[in-house]
C-alpha cells in the first residue's frame, strides 16, 4: 500500500464529521477515530512497517519502543514486529496489584527509547508517558505517531525536547476525504 493509498485508507475508516469534544477538552468537526484504522489487518500492517521506519530514522538508537495504554499499545505491538524492537506499556497510572509497575515489560535505565502514539492533538498524553519514562531512568527524545492534528502538541512538546514525526497530518487526511476514492482491490500482505 503506497503512501497516498494509506493516507486514503485511513481518512475514510477514520475520519468522522460532527461536533466533537477531545481529550484536550477542545471541541472539533471533525474526530479521528484511531480503532476503526487500528483494528484492520491490513492497515495496521502497513502502519506497522511504516511506524518502524519512522523510529529508525527518527530515533535510529533506540533500543525500544513505548506506547501509552490504550491507542498506542496496537501500534507499538506492530511496529515491534516490523522492527524487531520489544515495546514497553505506560499505564496512565501504577497499577495498585501485583508488582505495582507504570510502566510494563523489562527495561534497564538508560535505555533510548521511542514513543509511538496515535493521535496527537495538544501533545498531553505523549508527555504524561515519557514523563513517566523519563521518571523510570529512560531516555525518549523522540515521539513518532500516526496523525498529528496540528494543534500545538509539536511546539508543546518541543518545549519539553520530545521530537514528534508523524506519518501524516490532519490536513492531509482531511484533504484525503475530499479527493475522489480509489480503492485496493485486494491488500498485497507484507508490501506497501
Known sequence: MQRDELRAA????????GDFVLRSGRRSRYYLDKYR??????????LGARLAEAVAEAEPDAVRLAAPVLGGVVLAASASLASGLPFLIVR?????????N???GAFEPGERVC???DIVT????????????????????TAVCVVD???????????RAVRLRPLFVA??????????????????????
Request: hydrophobic fraction near 40%.
Open 10 to 17: 485511513i481518512a475514510e475508516q477514520a475520519l468522522l464529521e
Open 37 to 46: 484504522f487500528e483494528t484492520q489487518p491490513d492497515v495496521l500492517r502497513v
Open 92 to 100: 496512565d497510572q501504577a497499577k495498585e496489584y501485583g508488582t505495582a
Open 102 to 104: 507504570r510502566i510494563e
Open 115 to 117: 514513543l509511538v502514539e
Open 122 to 141: 495538544s501533545g498531553g498524553a505523549v508527555l504524561e508517558a515519557v514523563e513517566a519514562l523519563r521518571g523510570a531512568g529512560l531516555v525518549c527524545r
Open 149 to 159: 492534528r496540528e494543534e500545538g502538541g509539536v511546539d508543546q512538546l518541543a518545549r
Open 171 to 192: 490536513s492531509e487526511l482531511l484533504e484525503a476525504a475530499k479527493a475522489p476514492q480509489t480503492r485496493m482491490v485486494e491488500p498485497i500482505r507484507g508490501h506497501w
